[in-house]
């Protein structure tokens, strides 16, 4: 009992079989140069990262340098202040105690 008339032809027929036809399988060349523009534009976007990376390190090495700059300057300068007032007082007695011998020295010599 065949759900197919009989036309008087044997050759049967199976429901069940397999496709002949096979899907095409995607042309490789084509996938391929897809996969390299892909890689391609990553490569670009990865060196361009590289480049503003290093652009950010060197002027951060150049405002690293300024300020190293600006702080020996400052430090120069408060050693200056720091000798100046350390050998101001120094200075000081010296010259009063020069002053008072000195005085005392035209006293003696006025009073002879």
């Not at 060196?47 to 390190?57: G, H």
């Not at 430090?75 to 000195?102: C, G, H, S, Y």
Request: charged residues 30%.
């Amino acid at each position: 009992m065949s759900n197919h008339p009989d036309n008087g032809d044997t050759k049967e027929t199976n429901d069940t079989a397999a496709p002949t036809s096979v899907a095409p399988k995607p042309n490789p060349s084509i996938t391929d140069t897809d996969e390299l523009e892909g890689l391609k534009i990553v490569m670009l976007d990865s060196a361009e990262l590289a480049t503003r990376s290093a652009n950010l390190a060197v002027g951060a090495g150049e405002q690293m340098k300024k300020t190293v700059h600006s702080l020996d300057s400052a430090m120069l300068f408060k050693i200056a202040l720091l000798r100046l007032i350390n050998i101001t007082p120094f200075r000081l007695t010296k010259e009063v105690v020069l002053t008072k011998k000195l005085s005392g020295k035209r006293r003696l010599n006025r009073e002879e």
